[in-house]
């Protein structure tokens, strides 16, 4: 069961560049930090994937599991993980948001 | 719900020198946004940073106690800038 859970995850990580596990839809987020990391990503306008799973606990916990983090939401850019916006707003800052967004999309431009 | 005595006691377990700063965000004592400046934060990325906060307070993450918890942490080099 377990692994199917996993080949779920990863799939979902490679086929979508940037991936908000949350609580609730892009049209409802469920949770503050769910809807603040959504508008953190409209800022760019880039696509983008919200999974809710708010009621998934198995897959919530492998979640947990595979990324060393306890809570949500956890964000998926070009499959590698990066937290939350308590990363992701220093990294905006920085600048190196931009520059890691660039490279993760320029690379589905190319093929 | 946790009081900030509490949660300043857990962290300082693995944050001895650790400069504090806590903020109750809804005044429901459950959410919080930490800042935290620490020589233990040399050398690690913004992810190991937060796990190592997390690690903390997993008592309090794990029964509830803390819903929702906001971190920034600096090196006390960073936080001098």
Same mark, same amino acid.
């Given at each position: 069961m +377990?692994n199917?859970?996993e080949? +779920?995850?990863?799939e979902?990580?490679?086929e ?9 839809t892009?049209?409802?987020?469920m ?8 508008d953190?990503f ?5 696509p983008?994937?919200v999974?809710? @799973? ?9 979640l947990s599991?595979?990324?060393?983090w306890p809570?949500?939401?956890? @964000?998926?850019i ?5 937290g ?7 990294? =905006?800052?920085?600048g190196?948001? =931009?520059?890691?967004?660039?490279? @993760?999309?320029?690379? +589905? =431009?190319?093929? | 719900?946790?009081?900030? !005595?509490?949660?300043?006691? $857990?962290?300082?377990q ?6 504090l700063? &806590?903020?109750? %965000?809804?005044?429901?004592m459950?959410? $919080?946004q &930490?800042e935290?400046?620490?020589?233990k934060?040399?050398?690690m ?7 190592l906060? $997390? !690690?903390? &307070?997993? !008592? ?6 803390i ?7 600096q ?5 001098? %800038?």
């Amino acid at each position: 069961m +377990e692994n199917t859970i996993e080949e +779920e995850i990863k799939e979902e990580i490679t086929e979508n560049k940037i991936v908000i596990y949350g609580k609730g839809t892009k049209e409802r987020p469920m949770c503050g930090f769910t809807r603040e990391t959504i508008d953190f990503f409209n800022r760019y306008g880039h696509p983008y994937k919200v999974i809710d @799973v708010l009621n998934n606990m198995p897959k919530r916990e492998l979640l947990s599991k595979m990324s060393n983090w306890p809570t949500l939401p956890k @964000v998926f850019i070009g499959g590698q993980f990066y937290g939350d916006t308590d990363i992701l707003d220093p990294m =905006a800052e920085s600048g190196e948001m =931009a520059t890691l967004l660039k490279k @993760v999309f320029e690379k +589905e =431009a190319q093929g | 719900m946790i009081s900030k !005595e509490a949660i300043i006691h $857990y962290i300082k377990q693995v944050f001895p020198d650790s400069e504090l700063s &806590l903020i109750d %965000k809804t005044g429901m004592m459950d959410h $919080y946004q &930490l800042e935290i400046i620490s020589s233990k934060f040399q050398d690690m990325n913004r992810l190991d940073r937060q796990r190592l906060v $997390y !690690e903390a &307070l997993s !008592e309090p993450m794990k029964d509830g106690r803390i819903h929702a918890l906001e971190i920034q942490s600096q090196t006390p080099q960073e936080a001098n %800038k």
